[in-house]
């Protein structure tokens, strides 16, 4: 997958911001450019990993279902 991000050096923290406005402007931050980048993959890969079962598991009415986009 490849998608775009947006680097940005932040003069009052000092430090390097990295923000993907395609997947809901996920962010992240370093004290570099390859940090920032790292860091925002790390994040990524967060926001796209499943949701585990049993969070998702209980005894409540709610019904889960997949949606293929």
């Known amino acids: 997958?490849?998608?775009?991000?947006?680097?940005?050096?932040?003069?009052?923290?000092q430090t390097y911001s990295a923000t993907?406005?395609?997947l809901n402007f996920v962010s992240s931050f370093g004290d570099t450019k390859d940090d920032a980048i790292a860091n925002l993959k790390d994040?990524?890969?967060?926001?796209?990993k499943p949701?585990?079962?049993e969070f998702l598991e209980g005894n409540s009415s709610k019904e889960v279902i997949e949606l293929a986009l």
Do not use: F, N
């Not at 994040?43 to 796209?48: D, S, T, V």
């Open 1 to 13: 997958m490849i998608i775009r991000a947006v680097i940005e050096w932040d003069e009052e923290s």
């Open 20 to 22: 993907c406005p395609e």
């Open 43 to 48: 994040a990524i890969q967060l926001l796209l």
């Open 51 to 53: 949701i585990p079962d």
